[in-house]
């Protein structure tokens, strides 16, 4: 038995809630789903021989500019449309907007540590949390 969390739900869960369905039956029993599971990832993931290297070639794209956080860059996220659907980087509008502001100290020393190529040891073992 398990919890399944989340700020507005908590759930208890077992592992006996959904039968996996295989070619010819129900599988109801926790060690069964466990080997038939196994069998299924075991027949998708292959061993690959690592020792002939990949070639691949020159990129078609031009390379990606360094990263310069610029204030004007963070204004800009500070008037953001809050109901913008999230984009490739996952996160969304509302936190881009609510949060630019307050972090974009952190982000100029972030940037003045990537520039120079150092982090400091601290960084290193930080645990970062919004509070």
């Not at 077992?14 to 599971?37: E, G, I, Q, Y």
């Amino acid at each position: 038995m398990g919890t399944l969390e989340h700020p507005n739900v908590k759930q208890e869960y077992s592992a006996d809630w959904v039968p996996l369905k295989t070619d010819s039956n129900l599988v109801t029993n926790a060690k069964d789903k466990a080997t038939v599971l196994n069998q299924q990832f075991s027949s998708v993931f292959t061993i690959e021989n690592m020792s002939q290297k990949l070639e691949l070639g020159l990129s078609p794209y031009d390379p990606i500019q360094p990263l310069k956080i610029t204030r004007n860059g963070v204004k800009h996220l500070t008037k953001i449309k809050a109901d913008k659907v999230t984009g490739p980087d996952k996160l969304p509008a509302t936190f881009l907007k609510e949060k630019a502001e307050p972090l974009s100290g952190m982000f100029f020393i972030y940037q003045e540590f990537l520039g120079n190529g150092l982090v400091p040891n601290g960084w290193r073992k930080a645990n970062v949390v919004d509070r």
